[in-house]
């Protein structure tokens, strides 16, 4: 489990392919790691299986390639890491699972005094699991939600969350990995059986 609060910003150094596996080698700066620790890289939990000084090795399975924008990536891209929430960690953003649930494509990036506004799109399936004023993680990063349609919304980020994160060098129509809330997948899905048995 983690919070959306990222630690480092790292760097893929390999990509190998076998099968229908990927092997991602990623240099960081977080500091120790160990065999078989959980790690969000943009927003997806994975598993160290190797490491040495400053870098790390992860696999990824063909479920996770199909649900992220990890295909998209190259040697050399920028990523999002956070590692796994201690007990006695701050939960500074909400829970993050990272578990992917889709990806979204970056519609408009607009300056203002003191944040820039981004807005998304979002599968209208998962409409129901976003509110506003709600939590969603963006490439792993823990945002509140400002606006939402039916199939799009809005969030806005400081200069901090800008330098701190892979998220202020954005492009309009690149992708990133969406996780909704946890809260408000059970809330809806037990509000829906409710209703189902009502009828």
Do not use: W
């Amino acid at each position: 489990m983690f919070t959306g609060i990222i630690k480092n910003i790292g760097t893929i150094a390999g990509i190998n392919q076998a099968n229908d596996n990927y092997r991602l080698t990623i240099n960081h700066s977080l500091g120790n790691l160990s065999l078989g620790d959980s790690i969000a890289i943009n927003g997806i939990c994975l598993t160290v299986i190797d490491f040495q000084k400053d870098q790390f090795q992860v696999e990824v399975m063909p479920e996770t390639i199909k649900r992220t924008n990890l295909i998209e990536m190259s040697v050399g891209t920028r990523v999002n890491l956070e590692p796994a929430l201690r007990p006695n960690s701050e939960i500074g953003g909400h829970f993050v699972l990272g578990h992917v649930d889709t990806i979204g494509k970056l519609l408009s990036k607009q300056v203002t005094k003191n944040s820039v506004l981004l807005t998304f799109s979002i599968p209208k399936k998962y409409n129901p699991y976003i509110v506003e004023k709600g939590s969603i993680a963006i490439d792993g990063v823990s945002l509140t939600l400002i606006a939402v349609t039916e199939d799009t919304f809005q969030v806005g980020i400081i200069p901090y969350t800008q330098d701190e994160t892979i998220l202020g060098s954005l492009k309009v129509n690149q992708t990133v990995n969406l996780e909704t809330d946890i809260l408000g997948k059970y809330i809806y899905k037990d509000l829906k059986r409710g209703n189902q048995n009502e009828k």
